[in-house]
Each structure stands twice: as C-alpha cells, then as structure tokens.
C-alpha cells in the first residue's frame, strides 16, 4: 500500500476531480477482477490504492484540507500526508461574511455519514488568544428549506406554527455543535472546528446551515450572527464486512456478529444474541451489559484509546430474542479503515479477515 501511495506523489497530472460514476467505475472494475471467492482485507487496500492514483490530480489541485484540518490529520507534525484521505471524504465551500470587522471563512466539510466536522478561519483587529468552549446561540443543521420540505412530505396536512416550532426545538437542541477554538502557528491563522455527530441522512448530498451567534472567545464575544447556507456531500467511505462469527465477550453470553463497518472516524459492529439475556439485567439493561468495542489493531499494532465516545445499543424482541450494536468514535485522529486488521469487543479479538469485504 506505500509503494501506491510513493508512486501517486511522485506523478505530475492534470486528472480533473474524481466524481461519484468514475469512483464506481473503478471499484467496479477491480472488484470484477477478483477471484470469486471471500474478499478479504486485502482487496480493500487494492480498491483503496486504485481511487488514490485515479484521484491524485485532485487531491493536488486542492491540497487543502490537510491544512483545515491539520489536527485531525494521522500526524499532527505532517498533516499533508493525510490529505488524500481527508479530501476523499470533503467537500469545499468557501463562502466568507464579515460583521463588525471579524471575517469567518467557511472553507470546507469533512462528512464520514456519521461525523460531520466544518472549518472556519477568523480574521479582524483583535482575534482571541482562547475560546471558551461554548457554543452559545449557534446551531448546525439541515437548511429551513430542506427540512421544511421534507416536513411539508411527511406531514401535508401541519399547520405552519407547529411545524416552524418543531424546526426552530431540532436546531436549537439536536443542532447544537461542538465548537473547537484553535490557532495554527505555521500559518498564522485562528481557525474554529464546528462538529455534529447527530446529522444523519441517506441522501448523497444535502443543504445545511451554520449558524454563529454570541461566541465567547477570550475577552469578548463575536455577536454575529454569522450564517452560511451550503451543499455537502457524503462520500462513501467506510469499508464494510458481513458475515457469520460468534464470540463469547459479555461474561459467558455469546454473541454473533453480522456486520463489521470502519469509516475514517468511526467503527461500528452489529451482532445478534445467542443466548438469553440474564435476567437480572431486566429491559433497562441496554447499554450498562452491551458489548463494547474498545480497541483495533492496525498494522500489526493495537490502538486503543483513539476516541473518547463509546457506546453500545441492545434491541430486546417480544420473543426474547436481542441484538444490537457497538460504536466507537468519532477519531481523536482520522485512519485509513484498509489498515484495520481486527477489532477487540471487550477483551475478544476478531480479526477482519474472517469475513467477507462488501463495500
């Protein structure tokens, strides 16, 4: 996989972007060329390598969001090796708005479907030397208009002031983003980091809004507001696995897992009991006795400790049967899902190879 990596950043290209049908040519083209047999791992990594090469006159002409998001790269001290996995998965905005005297730049999205993450520059007379970590009146969300017509689908007959409530609780709760202040010494630029991991949609594009308002940085506060409506794209990303293999990780009760699901940012697994939950455990028993997915093992070396969010989901039928599934994420740092060799559910192992490479 480095030999393709060395050979994409030695060539000179004019390859325009790489769109949706070309990608799905490619991957068309090498799956078809593989024995009919189980696609392990490393059919991802000859997928993976063969859209890089295709795409190299892209990630050359931008060459950018590894500078907006230079902390999330792999390595934080070569950002740029990263930035043909970061723009594999970003969009470019660059939309700017001024008021009273501080320009915000929205320069581009990282969407991952499950993360989605914005990056703003600031510019003015007196920029903060820290942010407080606080949101303030902002939100990040679908656009009035998508989410009003999609409403006015769904729901025809709503009248007008309950469905702009429902919008106006969505934003104002679901919509509230992590903001990160940060200030990036080699260009001398401060830079705001907008994340939520809670949009989610099946569309392959979709029109959001960024709201700024009442940001406490350092001594003052940026009144704004700052608002900027624009188009993202979900590119397809994450590699995913099916399959059929049992492990016993949860104290004896044995589980089988079904469906394996790796993105830059995030890893997933989903799983189906085998057995009777304990009784003890009760209806409530959810994401206290689920299975966690608490390490991967990349290129022979086992990660652990790379995301700060976990979480489990159990789903109980009537017939007693349950199932469910274990999240990790988002990344502290972004990596490439064809290096993951196996994942650790509690302290079983299962190695990736042991199931089949769908996507």
Known sequence: MNAWYELTSELETDTPPLDEMSRARIEKKV??????????RWAAAVIAAALVLSACGYA?????????????????????ASEDLLSSMGTVIGQSQTVDGVTMT?????????????????????????YDESSGDSWLWFSEHQMESALREAHPDLPDADLQKYMDSVR?????????????????????QVQNNSITSQNDQDELTLHLENLKCGNTTLKGPFEFTFIVEKKSVELVY?????????????????????????????????????EEDGEDSGNDFGPKLEALRINGQ????????HGSRLEKQEDGSWGGSTKTGPFHRVLNPAAVE??????????????????
């Open 31 to 40: 799956r078809a060329a593989l024995p009919r047999r189980r696609k392990r």
């Open 106 to 130: 929205l320069h581009g999205a990282l969407w991952d479907r499950g993360t989605l993450m914005l990056s703003l520059s600031m510019d003015g007379a007196e920029m903060p030397t820290y």
């Open 242 to 278: 099916e399959g059929d293999v049992t492990l016993e990780p949860m104290e004896g009760v044995p589980i089988r897992v079904t469906k394996v699901t790796i993105s830059p940012f995030y890893a997933e697994v989903a799983f189906a009991g085998l057995e009777p939950l304990p």
């Open 172 to 192: 104002s709760f679901i919509g509230r983003p992590t903001i990160t202040y940060l200030y990036n010494r080699q260009t001398d630029t401060c830079y705001l």
């Open 342 to 359: 196996a994942i650790r559910v509690n302290d079983v192992w299962l190695d990736l190879d042991q199931l089949d490479l769908v996507q």
């Open 302 to 309: 086992e990660a652990a400790g790379i995301a700060s969010q």
């Open 60 to 80: 050359a002409v931008t060459g950018q969001f590894s500078q907006w998001f230079w902390n999330r790269a792999a390595d934080v001290q070569t950002p740029e």
